[in-house]
């Protein structure tokens, strides 16, 4: 898991930005990249020490600050680095080098049905997944009416959720992820998912915690939406940092590159 962000509290004058909620520090990941082969292609090549696996640097060096309040967009094309520092951030994937520091409750929505058991009830995966987020049971019960309601799936809330539809997934995780009142809410391309009705109460719902001041970092390929939802966006480019700011600009960037 990513470390605590051990700073002293203090309360921003008004027009300041908030103490940082997220610092990635100098953080570098790299994945072995291994070919499919026959075994006589493998003897062949270890015995001409030949290299078995490639290596991919996914992130380079990725140094930022998230402060409270702020809604961050990452961007860029594909295997440019952007979910990886988002599954960093979340403590899915550890960093080889640097290190990422959080202060708050976490929530995040990597991949759609994440942390769902297949062979519960949709009931019996919104306090796994509660627990899971850092929710008593207590606080599970008091949000259950209106997480299976924000769901729309009132129906299937029995039915095991190994028989759900990817949209079904979606309106539970998001749901629950949403109702946990996170400090920090991570979001990956989920938003792309699902019926336009729905995708419009998502995002009017992280308007919402956006005016309630939590902290997000969005990943999307909807340059426009971003755009309009992000106080910042960040351009990731080959694992490195390349724009970090204003988001038209940045969003500029990445269309003239």
Do not use: W
């Amino acid at each position: 898991m990513a470390d605590d962000l051990r700073v002293p509290e203090r309360t921003p004058a008004p027009g300041r930005p908030g103490p940082d909620m997220i610092r990635i520090e100098h953080v570098s990941k790299r994945f072995a990249l291994r070919h499919a082969r026959a075994l006589k292609e493998l003897v062949f090549a270890a015995m001409q020490r030949k290299k078995l696996a490639e290596t991919f640097l996914a992130l380079d060096d990725v140094d930022l600050s998230i402060r409270a309040g702020e809604t961050v967009g990452l961007i860029g094309f594909n295997g440019s680095g952007k979910s990886t520092l988002l599954k960093t951030i979340s403590g899915v994937l550890f960093p080889d080098r640097g290190r990422v520091l959080l202060r708050g409750r976490v929530a995040g929505l990597i991949e759609v049905g994440a942390g769902f058991h297949p062979d519960l009830s949709g009931r019996e995966n919104v306090y796994l997944n509660g627990a899971i987020l850092g929710m008593s049971r207590e606080q599970i019960d008091a949000k259950f009416d209106e997480i299976v309601a924000f769901s729309e799936i009132e129906e299937f809330i029995d039915t095991d959720v190994k028989y759900y539809s990817s949209g079904m997934f979606l309106r539970l995780a998001f749901s629950v992820a949403v109702h946990t009142e996170p400090d920090i809410f991570l979001v990956d391309e989920i938003l792309s998912v699902g019926d336009e009705p729905f995708q419009r109460k998502c995002l009017d719902r992280i308007r919402e915690l956006q005016q309630a001041g939590r902290t997000m970092v969005i990943v999307s390929h909807e340059l426009d939406m971003l755009e309009e939802l992000c106080t910042r966006i960040v351009v990731l480019r080959r694992g490195r940092v390349v724009h970090d700011g204003d988001p038209g600009e940045a969003v500029r960037t990445l269309r003239t590159s």
